[in-house]
């Protein structure tokens, strides 16, 4: 079975890219636009029987969409890995936003230039 992942980027063009890198990869792919429809799947997830496997966000704005994610995932029962895209995480994310997952297990940074190893190495250490 395909590994479900949720990518959130608000530039239609990277998450494009980035899906496309997904889907060759064997990977199954959701995306979504901005914080807000993210965090509406993610609550009806609690309710239906979606399943995911990993939430892949390439930049979260406001600690307040962090940790509203993060609560997010705690609710679910589960440890979802959440993978953060960026150039260097200390360039793009505040130490705030740093905190608010290193808080939290199954986090992870990684640079587009490694991206789908780390997801790949994040799915099979979960499915562990």
Known sequence: MKTHILLLDEKAE???????????SGHRVTEFLNHEEAVNWIANARKTPLSFDLLLVNYLDTNAQTSTLVE????????????????????????????????????????PEVLIETVNAVVDKSAQ
Do not use: D, Q
Not at 93 to 106: C, D, K, M
């Open 72 to 111: 997010l995932f705690n609710s679910l029962g589960k440890t979802v890995p959440i993978v953060l895209l960026t150039h260097t995480a200390t360039e793009t994310y505040s130490s705030t936003h740093i905190e608010s997952f290193r808080n939290r297990a199954g986090y992870f940074f990684c640079t």
């Open 14 to 24: 990277t998450r494009r890219t980035i899906k496309f890198l997904l889907k060759i």
